[in-house]
């Protein structure tokens, strides 16, 4: 069983570019979560998603972010005209949903976002 | 507010020495508590997970975590410390019934010879 899959592991835009960042979860999994790691920061909780609908984006910031998880396919975190301090490495996270098990969320590796 | 503290920034030991890493929360309910590993450049690696039950939790590569309900504490362990295990070490929550991680700034770990 794969683990949670985010491509690219490394992007580079210059600032005003789109970003966009792919987060396939765990088979079985049907929710997702995206988590921002600033340099030298812990991890911050952006935005929680099932499929199709958006749960949680308490912590996205409110302009230029947006999120979704299709029906099919991957999740998308993007970032439209990104700037210097959206550099940083951004997380997804999945979890398959229940009482028990809702809570473990399984990491992938990451993609770092610099921007020029 | 709720919070996650890890109190010390960095910690150096010496290779073969114990090691412990502080944590605290804040939270009204006991939540669900976790320790993660972050090498430079890399994801994040599950150390140890408590969830209930015994408060004594087990991990991989010989790491070990009490929770301690009186002190809202749940340090992170381990009796020898090699040096393959310098990295960042996260302590991390999710509220009970709730489902955002809530993580501490992390503690980097420096292992001399």
């Known amino acids: 069983n794969a683990g949670v899959m985010q491509n690219p592991r490394h992007l580079v835009r210059r600032r005003g570019q789109e970003a966009r960042l792919r987060c396939s979860p765990m088979?079985?999994?049907?929710?997702v979560y995206w988590y921002r790691q600033l340099p030298e920061e812990g991890l911050k909780f952006m935005v929680y998603?099932?499929?199709?609908?958006?749960?949680?984006e308490s912590g996205m910031p409110k302009e230029r972010f947006s999120a979704e998880f299709p029906k099919e396919g991957p999740s998308i975190l993007r970032i439209q005209q990104v700037v210097r301090g959206d550099s940083a490495a951004y997380f997804c996270?999945?979890?398959?949903?229940?009482?028990?098990?809702?809570?473990?969320?399984?990491f992938g590796p990451g993609t770092r976002l610099t921007v020029l | 507010a709720q919070s996650v503290t890890q109190p010390d920034i960095h910690i150096t030991v010496s290779e073969g020495a114990s090691l412990e890493l502080r944590c605290n929360y804040s939270?009204?309910?006991?939540?669900?508590l976790f320790w993660y590993v972050q090498s430079p450049g890399q994801g994040l690696q599950l150390l140890l997970k408590?969830?209930?039950?015994?408060?004594l939790v087990q991990g991989i590569k010989g790491f070990e975590a009490e929770f301690k309900r009186s002190q809202s504490s749940f340090n992170l362990r381990k009796p020898s410390v090699h040096w393959s295990d310098a990295a960042e070490y996260f302590c991390?929550?999710?509220?009970?019934?709730?489902?955002?991680?809530?993580f501490g700034a992390g503690t980097r770990l420096f292992v001399k010879a």
């Open positions: 996270a999945s979890s398959p949903g229940g009482s028990k098990s809702y809570n473990e969320q399984f």
């Open positions: 088979k079985g999994h049907s929710h």
């Open positions: 998603l099932q499929k199709e609908n958006i749960i949680d």
């Open positions: 939270y009204g309910a006991t939540p669900y």
């Open positions: 408590y969830f209930s039950g015994d408060t």
């Open positions: 991390a929550v999710v509220p009970t019934g709730g489902f955002k991680t809530i």
